[in-house]
């Protein structure tokens, strides 16, 4: 497959190097990507980080009302411990600093070893898993995070930027993680650089439902149908698992692959789905946020909203990735 | 009597038999998980090198610890920590000079260390399954009293044979446990290349 890259092996580099130039708010050394002016004395400081390949998360929400910094990996691999440890030193201004952990094995290990291993930083974590395909059991590796990483990284950088104490911060980001549920679906797989060709083959005929964010096959395959068929499949695996009622934030998210317009598409149904079911679509997102390279295809994150989570959303917020209210 | 120059050349051999299977490394962990596996321990191994080669570590401790730092400081994902503390562990308990018994010793170490890092146990679908053979073969031949070599050879089947056991079953751990029955009939990516690792300590055994 025709990429856009120099070499496969420094496409992260390159992409990096390409981030800096574009946005002078942002600081990239020794792949981290911090905010420009430094840390703020007595601002809980908000690490995230996982594999590259998933733009703009998380180095695209690094910047006023999100992230202090982001560790991008290599594509679709958990960043190493160097860069945490570092990150987490950058954007400590005396408050204690939060990491934002996706829950894939990579991640958790790697931000596990920065965490015992940074001295001198008070350091609390939590653990994004809201995607309902997976079953949450002993005979699995747990659910996986995904599009409420954006939620948790929003609402709880707006915390933080109002002076809140880490364990504040962290409560919050855990609460924001457990009122949120995922269901994605692929129209196709993507192709990491290193490989050349498709993670997964897919007929033209057939959606794999309930997949990931790094092109791994998802629970079942079953034959295209319709975007309110799909929509209903994805909304259906969420409302069972927590029962939408009352104000939601909704965001319809795009692969990386699939146009906005086909996101309205889904979006459309999405709301009418919330409507039948007697709740608000409260807040809204449609666009590509949390990607896997170029797959197409969709994910839908619901967020059961209270007045306060809100009002962290509508907080003011200035990044590359995301940017209203300032 | 395994010398430093024994580990140095394991790395080498691991780095060589990693290369020559990186592809399908990478096609077993495209079937279940995120068609990485081969690239990133490919990475790691060349940094290893590096590593190894400038800081000429003089004991076989030494040179286990350098390589496991280097596999966590570098590689990221999961096999990176796994790896990396796999070898951390080993090098730590293994002291000189180095006999089989004291290799198996560390070597059991080293997998408890994996086993406790990556909260995996035999069955679950993971390196563990060649690991742990393959740490019982060298336990067994010290027990029989049989040669270095002929001890390293038996792991290193052990360790192919589990990492094939590893097809039938159910990932439990891992990206590949998302897919459910569906991981059912691949063999795990990181049970194949742990068993690449035996096979180039045999190799290089003399």
Redesign the interface.
């Known amino acids: 497959m025709k990429k856009l890259i120099n070499t496969a092996d420094s496409v992260v580099e390159d992409a990096l190097n390409g981030m800096a130039a574009a946005h002078p708010s942002l600081r990239v050394r020794d792949r981290v990507v911090y905010r420009a002016e430094g840390p703020r004395p007595g601002k809980v400081g908000l690490v995230s980080g996982g594999g590259s390949g998933h733009e703009p998360l998380h180095a695209g929400f690094v910047g006023h009302g999100m992230l202090d910094a982001a560790c991008p990996g290599e594509v679709f691999t958990s960043p190493v411990p160097d860069q945490i440890i570092e990150a987490t030193k950058g954007v400590d201004g005396g408050a204690g600093v939060l990491h934002i952990v996706k829950n894939y094995t990579g991640d958790v290990l790697n931000f596990e070893m920065a965490a015992e291993l940074v001295e001198g930083v008070e350091v609390a974590s939590v653990l994004v898993d809201d995607d309902v395909a997976v079953q949450d059991s002993l005979y699995t590796a747990g659910r996986r995070g995904t599009g409420a990483t954006l939620f948790v990284e929003k609402m709880a950088g707006a915390l933080a930027e109002e002076g809140a104490p880490l364990a504040r911060v962290a409560a919050v980001a855990a609460e924001v993680d457990e009122r949120s549920r995922s269901f994605g679906i692929a129209l196709s797989s993507c192709t990491t650089p290193a490989a050349g060709k498709p993670t997964f083959d897919l007929p033209e005929t057939d959606v794999e439902l309930g997949i990931g964010i790094h092109g791994e096959p998802g629970r079942a395959r079953v034959p295209m149908v319709s975007a309110r068929e799909l929509a209903g499949v994805a909304m259906e695996a969420i409302h069972g698992d927590l029962p939408l009622t009352g104000d939601l934030l909704v965001m319809v998210n795009g692969m990386g692959g699939t146009p906005l317009m086909e996101l309205y598409v889904v979006f459309a149904e999405v709301a009418a789905f919330v409507k039948g079911k007697g709740a608000r679509v409260s807040r809204s997102l449609v666009g590509n946020y949390v990607t896997s390279l170029e797959m197409q295809g969709f994910s839908v994150t619901v967020c059961r909203l209270d007045d306060a989570l809100t009002r962290w959303w509508d907080a003011p917020v200035e990044t590359p990735g995301l940017r209203w209210g300032r | 009597m395994m010398e430093a120059e024994l580990f140095v050349a394991w790395f080498e051999e691991a780095a060589r038999q990693v290369r020559d299977n990186r592809d399908r490394l ?1 096609r077993l962990d ?7 596996h081969g ?2 321990i490919d ?1 790691g191994l060349t940094e290893v090198l590096k590593e190894l080669a400038e800081s000429a570590p003089r004991s076989p401790g030494e040179v286990l610890t350098t390589a496991g730092a280097t596999l ?11 790896y990396g503390s796999l070898f951390r562990q080993m090098g730590k308990t293994l002291e000189s000079p180095v006999t089989l018994a004291r290799f198996a010793g560390a070597f059991e170490e080293g997998v408890v260390a994996v086993e406790r ?2 909260k995996a146990t035999m069955g679950d679908k993971t390196m563990v399954d060649a690991l742990i053979p393959a740490s019982r073969a060298l336990a067994l031949a010290v027990r029989d009293g049989v040669d270095v070599r002929r001890a390293l050879d038996q792991a290193a089947r052990a360790a192919a044979e589990g990492a094939k056991t590893t097809i039938p079953l ?1 990932a ?4 590949a ?4 029955e ?1 991981s059912i009939g691949h063999e795990d990516p990181g049970a194949a290349s742990a068993a690449l690792f035996m096979a180039a300590l045999a190799a290089v055994a003399t």
Do not use: E, F, H
Not at chain 2, 75 to 81: F, I, L, N, R, Y
Not at chain 2, 172 to 175: L, N, P
């Open positions: 990478t495209a079937a279940i998980g995120d068609a990485d690239t990133n990475r966590i400081r570098r590689v990221g994902g999961a096999s990176g920590p796994l890092l990556g159910q439990r751990k891992g990206r446990s998302y897919l459910g569906r």
